[in-house]
C-alpha cells in the first residue's frame, strides 16, 4: 500500500511592526566620533565642546573653536526641537538656527528651519533653547536623519545612512533660492536649507567628497545627554 504523504504549507500573515523611536527627555549635544583600534575617540568635524554661559548652553559664534559646527537637540515628550551653529561659506559669518521636528519610523524629520546669519566677532548671545525670529527656509520633501543606537546616554546619526535616507548623494543638497529681499531684479539670494550637510560645509557634507580623512569616512555623530 502506497503512502501518500501530504504537505500542508501554513500561510501565516506577516506582521510589520513600524519602528517608533523614544528618546529619553533632555538636552543632547552631537560630537563627531570614530573608532581607531576599537577605543572610540573625538574629531574636529564638530566643535566637541558644549559651551555654558550663566548656567546656559550657548550657540554664539566664537573664533576660539577649531571647528564652529554644532548640534543641540533638546527633546520633551519626545519631540526633538534642534539648535545649530554652521560655520558659513564667507569665512566671516556664521548660520545660528533651531528647527522644530518630530520622530517618524526611526527617523528624525525636519521640513524647516529658522536662520540667523552673524559674523564671528558679534556680541550676541543665543541661547540653546530660544526659538529666535529669523528667516524661516522650508524644504519641499522633509530631510531625514535616521536615529541608530538609542539608549539612555543618547543615539547616533550616521552620514551615509543620512545621505541615503535623503538621496542627496545622486540628486545634490537641495538649494533654496528666492528673490532678493532688498528688491534686486533678476537677483535670487541662497539660503542654507539642511540642518546636517549645508552645501561644501556642514558636517555630512563631507561625505560626498571621497577623498576625506579616515576619522571622517569612519565617524558618525553621537549626541550625549548633557542633563
Not at 117 to 126: A, G, N, T, W, Y
Not at 170 to 187: F, Y
Not at 206 to 215: C, E, I, T
Request: charged share 25%; proline share 4%.
Amino acid at each position: 500500500m502506497k503512502k501518500i504523504i501530504l504537505y500542508v504549507f501554513l500561510i501565516f500573515p506577516v506582521i510589520t511592526f513600524a519602528k517608533n523611536t523614544q528618546v529619553k527627555d533632555g538636552l543632547y549635544y552631537g560630537y563627531w566620533v570614530y573608532k581607531d583600534k576599537g577605543v572610540l575617540k573625538e574629531y574636529g568635524v564638530l566643535a566637541n565642546n558644549p559651551r555654558k554661559d550663566a548656567g546656559e548652553y550657548i550657540l554664539s559664534p566664537t573664533s576660539e573653536l577649531a571647528a564652529t559646527d554644532e548640534i543641540y537637540i533638546q527633546i520633551k515628550d519626545n519631540v526633538p526641537t534642534i539648535f545649530f551653529c554652521h560655520e558659513s561659506s564667507d569665512a566671516d559669518l556664521n548660520v545660528v538656527g533651531w528647527a522644530s521636528a518630530k520622530f517618524s519610523e526611526g527617523e528624525m524629520i525636519v521640513s524647516a528651519n529658522t536662520i540667523r546669519f552673524l559674523k564671528e566677532d558679534s556680541k550676541e548671545r543665543i541661547s540653546v533653547g530660544d526659538k529666535f525670529n529669523g528667516k524661516v527656509v522650508r524644504l519641499d520633501i522633509g530631510e531625514k536623519a535616521p536615529i541608530e543606537e538609542v539608549n539612555d546616554k543618547g543615539f547616533s546619526i550616521d552620514c551615509n545612512q543620512y545621505l541615503k535616507a535623503n538621496n542627496y548623494a545622486e540628486t545634490g543638497l537641495p538649494d533654496v533660492e528666492e528673490p532678493d529681499p532688498s528688491g534686486r531684479k533678476g537677483i535670487l539670494v541662497g539660503y542654507p536649507a539642511t540642518v546636517f550637510a549645508v552645501g561644501e560645509l556642514g558636517i555630512c557634507s563631507a561625505f560626498l567628497n571621497d577623498d576625506v580623512v579616515p576619522q571622517i569616512k569612519k565617524g558618525w555623530i553621537q549626541f550625549r545627554r548633557l542633563n
